[in-house]
């Protein structure tokens, strides 16, 4: 008989999956780089998380990315988490050691300036405050990103105060809390904005906080990208400003999973993105 290496799987794990993107990015690397390998969507219930991703390795996954709602619940599974997943609070990336054990990484900090800095290379993160607006999970992978980066003040503000609090107790003297209703007036002079909300998003409640303070020299960006322009980035764009649609960070926090799974470091480039948006 002979003894055929195991080709390496990977995937996607949430609940719902099947509108995930993912599987077509990864699909797309693995056929421009001839490598052997699949990615598929996982879709598991929350009571059914721990039983099932802990049979993954058994069944030949090297690793799983993470997303909703499971993010959060997967630190608890994992044996192993590190510093930056567990500074978020969030996990989006798996991989599944030789000896069974499950390490856990938070890659959206990454592929968040990954993006900015392909979008815009002229941007200087210390030029000038930074504005959040909201506070969820993917907040917190950027928040921990700007303060890395140099960002020398961040101000959120979040439609739930409490979460935004929370941002402040974890993050520090950087972080500046706000009123959901004063999001507008701290645009003055902000060099970054960023919108992390899913207001805007297709089918969800629209982006209706004023620009009208918006100066013409911020760099802004939305992780929003269905649509891929969003009428935050339109509004901006219309003021003048940079502006940087929210895919490449999709994009770009995959690659380093991608790497760890399937061993070569993948391109994003515009072929890549043409690949997913054609999907």
């Known amino acids: 008989m002979t003894d055929h290496p195991r080709i390496p799987l990977a995937g996607v794990i949430g609940h719902p999956i099947a509108h995930s993107r993912s599987p077509a990015l990864h699909g797309y690397w693995l056929h421009r780089y001839g490598l052997q390998g699949h990615y598929i969507p996982i879709d598991i219930a929350p009571g059914d998380l721990a039983d099932l991703v802990c049979t993954l390795p058994r069944l030949g996954f090297v690793g799983a990315n993470v997303t909703i709602p499971h993010k959060e619940a997967i630190l608890g599974i994992a044996d192993h988490v590190t510093d930056r997943a567990a500074l ?32 815009a290379p002229k941007w200087a993160p210390a030029a000038g405050p930074a504005v959040v607006l909201g506070a969820g999970g993917a907040a917190r992978a950027v928040v921990a990103a700007l303060i890395e980066v140099g960002v020398p003040e ?30 507008g007036s701290l645009l003055a002079d902000a060099a970054t904005v960023v919108n992390t909300t899913s207001l805007g998003m297709t089918g969800k409640a629209d982006f209706r906080v004023s620009l009208e303070e918006l100066s013409p020299k911020a760099l802004v960006t939305d992780l929003v990208y269905t649509p891929l322009r969003t009428q935050f ?21 995959a690659a380093p999973g991608f790497e760890r799974w399937f061993g070569v470091r993948p391109e994003v480039d515009d072929a890549t993105r043409a690949a997913v948006m054609s999907a």
């Open 88 to 119: 978020i609070g969030a996990a989006n990336t798996l991989i599944f050691r030789k000896d069974g054990k499950i390490h856990a990484d938070n890659t959206d900090g990454s592929g968040f300036i990954a993006n900015l800095r392909q979008g």
């Open 154 to 183: 961040i101000r959120v503000a979040n439609r739930t105060r409490a979460r935004a609090d929370a941002l402040r107790s974890d993050f520090g003297a950087k972080i500046h809390v706000h009123e959901w209703v004063q999001a």
């Open 233 to 253: 980035l339109i509004e901006a764009e219309a003021k003048g400003c940079t502006v940087v649609d929210g895919l490449g960070m999709l994009l770009h926090q």
